[in-house]
């Protein structure tokens, strides 16, 4: 017997969210870092993008700091919003810096 | 080059870096710990950074400097705990005439500052503390 229509169905969805799914490490800096209680993370997220992952994390751990106001760093080089996140990436945001 | 340092930056051996036959100048920048941040009274100050990337950015800065017409260039920043009067930061610049020197000193403190993932805690004499440029929401500008 072969698997029943919605089983099917199941199966393929979760081999679609299974492929959706990565694992990335971000890192927090100062302001980010207070706001989230803590340094680094392994997060497992289905965004697409850096932004997206923003948006995920600062709802989650209510960031007061809007995307438009930060950078972002993937794998240590400045990166831009838009950029698709792999699996394993290392993703760094960014609050407005104060050198000097 | 670009360096970040957790101890005491140490001006003789920064400044000998640059030191050169072919320099007729020699310009350097220091950033020191001010005891007062728009009003308020600091009392204590941190220099947090993100230092895979900050090397990476510093030494790109320092690069660009070159388009001057300098000799040589260096930029020391600090991490950590910091005092009053402390030194956050050295640039240092040698050149054979002292234009170069000086534009190349002043572009690297400024591009060090806007560009850098370096970030400043101040805490005040009564008791509160930011992180600064962090609630004014400012545009990090890390476009490179």
């Known amino acids: 017997m072969g698997k029943s229509q919605a089983e099917r169905q199941i199966w393929g969805e979760d081999i679609l969210s299974n492929q959706n799914t990565k694992t990335v490490r971000v890192d927090y800096f100062a302001l980010l870092k207070e706001q989230r209680g803590l340094s ?8 697409t993008t850096v932004k997206e992952l923003y948006e995920e994390l600062k709802a989650m751990y209510n960031f007061s700091l809007p995307h438009s106001s930060i950078g972002v760093a993937l794998n240590d080089e ?7 996140l792999s699996e394993k990436d290392k993703v760094v945001f960014i609050p407005p810096v104060a050198g000097g | 080059m670009f360096s970040l340092s957790s101890t005491a930056i ?3 051996a920064l400044r000998a870096r640059v030191i050169s036959p072919a320099a007729g100048g020699f310009v350097s920048f220091e950033g020191w710990v001010r005891e007062n941040n728009e009003g308020k009274e600091v009392s204590a100050l941190e220099y947090e950074a993100y230092a895979e990337l900050a090397v990476a950015e510093g030494k790109k800065i320092v690069a660009e400097a070159e388009r001057f017409g300098i000799i040589e260039a260096e930029c020391v920043h600090r991490t950590g705990a910091l005092a009053i009067g402390d030194l956050a930061v050295m640039v240092v610049v040698s050149s054979a005439h002292r234009k170069a020197a000086f ?8 591009e060090i500052k806007s560009r850098v993932p370096i970030w400043k805690r101040e805490t005040y004499t009564d008791g509160e503390t930011t992180w600064v440029n962090c609630s004014h929401q400012h545009a990090t500008g890390t476009k490179s």
Not at chain 1, 78 to 84: D, I, L, Q, V
Not at chain 2, 103 to 110: D, F, G, L
Request: some cysteine.
């Open chain 1, 40 to 47: 680094s993370e392994q997060f497992q997220t289905k965004s």
């Open chain 1, 78 to 84: 400045f990166t831009n919003w838009e950029k698709t």
């Open chain 2, 10 to 12: 140490d001006r003789e």
């Open chain 2, 103 to 110: 534009e190349a000193c002043e572009y690297i403190i400024n």
